[in-house]
């Protein structure tokens, strides 16, 4: 509840008729003033106390966002660990619910993989096969939520998002696209799509509120390469062929926009889903389209100067 | 003092946008759904026409909305599949994506942006089930009026759509422009059948269809008799 995306969907939550008391746990507090949720402050690794706040509070949905993308908020190893200890510690604390009908886990597009000969467009019947490190730690998450549905009987929705991009949501991707430099594939200049934050977090309470029971793509209409999003931002391409993508990468992270190994997969094997499933199961379709997410991305300031603060009394 | 620190900040500014003139006028239309590029294919289309002419018929008997599994003849080297998808695409004003594109670089995300998909029933079967038009071939074949088998799998696809399945017959030759692209009339299996037999028998039906279709084209003639004595058609 504390990091955008969780943000945005409290406030959604909160919004919703059929919600009646909501509360969140997260590492940071709430970016958005929040009327009815009740929030905790907790780190992933204090189980017992996300298991003791989560069985009290006995709830009829949980809807788990907590997913460190590697280079968003944390490094790799930092994200690994903390969306493991968060999986364990919400999952299993649902698993204790006696009143629990339904869960909705965070997941992404990610978990396809894109090894050679891997659909363009995957549906949600295409085996989950992931290629990196955040792939397989989507997976892992996908696994341990359908483990526990089907051990205590739960409905379980696996909301599969492509890429999120979001005026405030921490994106190596975003992050790297804002570069002046930005480098691509020469080779493939592989299309991909993303989903804006606002469409994401629509997706998660349209799930909760149907009690989501199957996995589903979030994806915003249209695709983009990355040389069309470089010139959309105006900013100057820089072709790779290969090797010298380690080098590309250490230069960015020393600029302060590191590259993990999923958003270079992306720009050489690209990173479409079928979404159509959202609109037939969830009733929703992102508003936004993928070129239009782009071009926002690029329109957001890169600092918000807040003027001077007056005390009037 | 604050002139000093903003010079090199001016400096590097003015420098990037000298590099990014150029790029200005780069296109940054974006890609569809399935990574195809109408930009790129509109760029490239008058190239496409120095090597053929296509003469396209039959495009009536396609849906305007739905999708369709068309399958065509392809004989070795005549890239039929790629001129037949972009002249039906042009007839029809709605994308028809060609199947069997290799999955490696530069060629397989350059075919992906002219509109080429894998050969896999799954991805077949969701460009149908998003209502596309795919374009797949025969086996490949040396001989220009012979109809190679369909694969069967690619076809399962179009049945668990509910797509209709049309035939494409092509002919094109080596040494001039004219080529052909002809569609007939929907295929319909014979007897219904709720298992793979409905596919394995309608692909093989298909081959039918376009083999008669071919066998109706005849040969070509290019005008240059020893030329028409040997086979160049294809």
């Given at each position: 509840?504390?990091?955008?995306?969780?943000?945005?969907?409290?406030?959604?939550?909160?919004?919703?008729?059929?919600?009646?008391?909501?509360?969140?746990?997260?590492?940071?507090?709430?970016?958005?003033?929040?009327?009815?949720?009740?929030?905790?402050?907790?780190?992933?690794?204090?189980?017992?106390?996300?298991?003791?706040?989560?069985?009290?509070?006995?709830?009829?949905?949980?809807?788990?966002?907590?997913?460190?993308?590697?280079?968003?908020?944390?490094?790799?190893?930092?994200?690994?660990?903390?969306?493991?200890?968060?999986?364990?510690?919400?999952?299993?604390?649902?698993?204790?619910?006696p009143a629990l009908e339904s869960m909705v886990v965070r997941s992404g597009i990610?978990?396809?993989?894109?090894?050679?000969?891997?659909?363009?467009?995957?549906?949600?019947?295409?085996?989950?096969?992931?290629?990196?490190?955040?792939?397989?730690?989507?997976?892992?998450?996908?696994?341990?939520?359908?483990?526990?549905?089907?051990?205590?009987?739960?409905?379980?929705?696996?909301?599969?998002?492509?890429?999120?991009?979001?005026?405030?949501?921490?994106?190596?991707?975003?992050?790297?696209?804002?570069?002046?430099?930005?480098?691509?594939?020469?080779?493939?200049?592989?299309?991909?799509?993303?989903?804006?934050?606002?469409?994401?977090?629509?997706?998660?309470?349209?799930?909760?509120?149907?009690?989501?029971?199957?996995?589903?793509?979030?994806?915003?209409?249209?695709?983009?390469?990355?040389?069309?999003?470089?010139?959309?931002?105006?900013?100057?391409?820089?072709?790779?062929?290969?090797?010298?993508?380690?080098?590309?990468?250490?230069?960015?992270?020393?600029?302060?926009?590191?590259?993990?190994?999923?958003?270079?997969?992306?720009?050489?094997?690209?990173?479409?889903?079928?979404?159509?499933?959202?609109?037939?199961?969830?009733?929703?379709?992102?508003?936004?389209?993928?070129?239009?997410?782009?071009?926002?991305?690029?329109?957001?300031?890169?600092?918000?100067?807040?003027?001077?603060?007056?005390?009037?009394? | 003092?604050?002139?000093?620190?903003?010079?090199?900040?001016?400096?590097?500014?003015?420098?990037?946008?000298?590099?990014?003139?150029?790029?200005?006028?780069?296109?940054?239309?974006?890609?569809?759904?399935?990574?195809?590029?109408?930009?790129?294919?509109?760029?490239?289309?008058?190239?496409?026409?120095?090597?053929?002419?296509?003469?396209?018929?039959?495009?009536?008997?396609?849906?305007?909305?739905?999708?369709?599994?068309?399958?065509?003849?392809?004989?070795?080297?005549?890239?039929?599949?790629?001129?037949?998808?972009?002249?039906?695409?042009?007839?029809?004003?709605?994308?028809?994506?060609?199947?069997?594109?290799?999955?490696?670089?530069?060629?397989?995300?350059?075919?992906?942006?002219?509109?080429?998909?894998?050969?896999?029933?799954?991805?077949?079967?969701?460009?149908?089930?998003?209502?596309?038009?795919?374009?797949?071939?025969c086996a490949t074949s040396n001989h220009a009026r012979h109809a190679g088998t369909?694969?069967?799998?690619?076809?399962?696809?179009?049945?668990?759509?509910?797509?209709?399945?049309?035939?494409?017959?092509?002919?094109?030759?080596?040494?001039?422009?004219?080529?052909?692209?002809?569609?007939?009339?929907?295929?319909?299996?014979?007897?219904?059948?709720?298992?793979?037999?409905?596919?394995?028998?309608?692909?093989?039906?298909?081959?039918?269809?376009?083999?008669?279709?071919?066998?109706?084209?005849?040969?070509?003639?290019?005008?240059?008799?020893?030329?028409?004595?040997?086979?160049?058609?294809?």
């Amino acid at each position: 509840m504390g990091g955008e995306l969780g943000s945005l969907v409290a406030a959604q939550l909160e919004a919703e008729p059929w919600v009646g008391a909501l509360v969140g746990i997260d590492v940071d507090p709430p970016r958005r003033r929040l009327r009815k949720a009740e929030f905790h402050l907790l780190q992933p690794s204090q189980r017992e106390r996300i298991v003791d706040v989560v069985t009290k509070f006995n709830p009829h949905v949980v809807i788990n966002l907590s997913v460190w993308e590697p280079d968003a908020r944390a490094g790799l190893n930092h994200a690994r660990q903390f969306t493991a200890d968060a999986t364990t510690a919400v999952v299993g604390a649902a698993a204790e619910c006696p009143a629990l009908e339904s869960m909705v886990v965070r997941s992404g597009i990610e978990v396809y993989g894109r090894a050679r000969n891997t659909p363009t467009r995957p549906t949600e019947r295409t085996p989950v096969d992931p290629t990196t490190e955040y792939g397989r730690m989507l997976a892992n998450i996908e696994r341990s939520a359908r483990e526990v549905g089907t051990r205590v009987g739960l409905a379980v929705g696996k909301l599969r998002l492509a890429p999120v991009l979001g005026k405030h949501v921490p994106s190596p991707l975003g992050r790297l696209l804002r570069q002046p430099v930005v480098p691509f594939s020469a080779l493939a200049d592989a299309p991909f799509a993303v989903v804006q934050d606002h469409d994401a977090a629509r997706a998660f309470v349209e799930a909760a509120r149907l009690r989501l029971d199957e996995p589903v793509n979030v994806v915003a209409p249209g695709a983009i390469t990355a040389v069309q999003a470089i010139v959309r931002g105006k900013r100057v391409p820089l072709p790779l062929f290969g090797p010298e993508w380690t080098i590309a990468r250490q230069f960015s992270h020393l600029f302060g926009a590191p590259i993990p190994d999923h958003v270079v997969e992306l720009m050489h094997r690209g990173r479409l889903a079928d979404g159509s499933k959202a609109r037939d199961v969830l009733g929703f379709a992102p508003q936004r389209t993928t070129p239009e997410v782009i071009d926002q991305l690029f329109a957001w300031p890169s600092v918000v100067r807040v003027g001077a603060i007056r005390e009037v009394a | 003092m604050a002139q000093i620190v903003e010079f090199p900040r001016r400096v590097a500014g003015t420098a990037a946008n000298v590099l990014a003139e150029p790029l200005r006028h780069w296109p940054a239309h974006s890609v569809d759904d399935f990574g195809r590029d109408p930009h790129l294919i509109a760029a490239l289309s008058p190239l496409a026409r120095l090597r053929w002419n296509v003469g396209v018929g039959g495009v009536h008997h396609l849906p305007v909305r739905g999708g369709a599994l068309l399958v065509c003849n392809d004989r070795r080297w005549a890239l039929s599949n790629i001129y037949a998808a972009w002249a039906l695409s042009e007839a029809t004003g709605r994308p028809v994506r060609f199947v069997g594109r290799p999955d490696f670089v530069p060629f397989g995300p350059f075919m992906r942006r002219i509109g080429g998909l894998l050969a896999r029933p799954d991805e077949v079967l969701g460009a149908l089930r998003n209502h596309e038009l795919v374009l797949i071939s025969c086996a490949t074949s040396n001989h220009a009026r012979h109809a190679g088998t369909v694969d069967h799998a690619l076809v399962g696809a179009a049945v668990m759509a509910g797509s209709p399945i049309f035939p494409v017959a092509t002919m094109s030759s080596s040494v001039s422009r004219t080529a052909r692209a002809e569609v007939g009339p929907q295929v319909r299996p014979r007897r219904k059948r709720r298992g793979p037999l409905a596919e394995v028998e309608l692909a093989e039906q298909v081959q039918h269809h376009v083999q008669r279709m071919l066998d109706g084209f005849g040969g070509m003639q290019t005008g240059v008799a020893p030329l028409d004595w040997l086979t160049a058609e294809g």
